[in-house]
């Protein structure tokens, strides 16, 4: 695969099942107690580890920040998870490693196939000008009808 050039890094996933980073909640003697699935920790830890030791020579990137995820999953896994809850997950586990911050990131495009092509992360550095990426284009096409 190569680098498209409008992205400044562009990572692949092989043989990963991203965890859903769905939070449960419990009452234990009328506290509220949070529960993070243990997949999810035990992924970032595994994304940490590895992207520590074969990190990028221009990480961690900073800045205002466009990203691009495509998550490929089984038909089962498809219909039953929230891309949302999936999406937590990549953005935390590379938290200070790709990027310093997930607040840095202004646009956000996600997608969920069925399939086992590995999962996609592309990042851009969008640069210091204050304006949408998107939002004014999808804006334009509504307009217009």
């Not at 911050?101 to 997608?111: M, T, Y």
């Not at 949408?132 to 804006?139: G, R």
Request: charged residues 30%.
């Amino acid at each position: 695969m190569t680098l498209n050039k409008y992205y400044d890094c562009l990572i692949r996933l092989d043989d990963a099942r991203v965890p859903s980073k769905r939070v449960g909640y419990k009452e234990d003697n009328g506290i509220l107690v949070a529960k993070v699935p243990i997949g999810a920790r035990e992924f970032e830890k595994q994304i940490r580890e590895h992207f520590k030791k074969n990190k990028g020579s221009n990480w961690p990137y900073s800045g205002r920040l466009l990203m691009v995820i495509g998550i490929s999953m089984s038909e089962k896994d498809f219909v039953s998870t929230d891309v949302d809850n999936v999406t937590k997950t990549l953005l935390d586990a590379f938290k200070g490693i790709l990027y310093e911050d997930d607040s840095e990131i202004v646009s956000l495009f996600v997608n969920k196939v069925v399939g086992d092509s590995g999962h996609l992360i592309a990042l851009k550095v969008l640069g210091k000008e204050d304006k949408a990426w998107v939002v004014p284009h999808m804006l334009e096409v509504v307009s217009e009808q």
